[in-house]
DNA sequence: GCGATAATTCAACAAGCGTTGAACTATTGG
DNA sequence: CCAATAGTTCAACGCTTGTTGAATTATCGC
């Protein structure tokens, strides 16, 4: 990203971190990482009941992170993967948000009276 | 990260992403991220009352991903910044989870019977 | 048609969480 | 000492969310 680039807005990054801030989300979705997976699969890797996983992988579609494909012989099995897409988005819009380089000097437009049309003070730690 | 590397813990990240996973606290993160801010300022540019401020800015300090310092000469001024380190770290561990190169073909433990001990058939799309 | 299978959805519940308003703490200056 | 200031903490409330158990849906093979 260059600097004249804006962040992504909070509410679409929120949301997508949203559906990832869950350890047995994140656990299905290492599972993902690594290959397609089915509901049966993912519950004897996790220790899991297919109900749960078919609620977790609900919002995680719903989020856009993952896509889903029936077997094309027997539909009862339902397969699962990572979309990539929306991953390599989302990697992009995270890198971006927190792209270190963006970080400035201070720039006071509030504080003690003494430090107002003055260069900012040495900042020392104090315990809070 | 290398394909030896682990990613990491799914409590750990899932309680960061956790922590970011509120739109008010990206937007408070997105001011710190162009500069130190105190209160007061966060106030101003997001017209959020001050409490409201305290308390997301104590979920972003217990997640580790902010720092404080009070005001050298007046102690009533407390100045807030990213803590750099811990950034740089989240997104390592981010970017490592999901490292699009990490994805290897499907190896079926489960599926269909004439699945067992055959390669996968071909999936196709069909509407869930 | 029926039993088995894979998966999904529903309902209820408890826990978690963001917000509001009030109270509190610490500091400074007159 | 007291008023003003910056900031933090507390309590209550309504909303959100993860989990459990049951019910449902769709598919397959006999």
Redesign the interface.
Known sequence: MTENEL?PA??T??KQ??A????????I??LL??????N??IG?ALNMPANLISHHLRVLRKAGLVQ????????????YS?N?EA??A??AA??A????G???????????K??KGKPP??????P?
Chains 1, 2 share one sequence.
């Open positions: 962040p909070p509410e990054l929120a971190l949203k990832l801030a869950d350890p047995k989300r994140l656990r979705l290492n990482m690594s290959g397609v997976q089915c049966c699969e004897d889903v494909e029936r077997d094309a012989l027997d539909a009862r099995w339902v397969y990572v990539e991953i390599r989302l990697v995270f890198d948000f927190f792209d270190l963006r970080i400035q000097p201070r720039h006071p437009t509030c504080g003690p003494r430090m003070k040495k900042l020392i730690v104090k809070l």
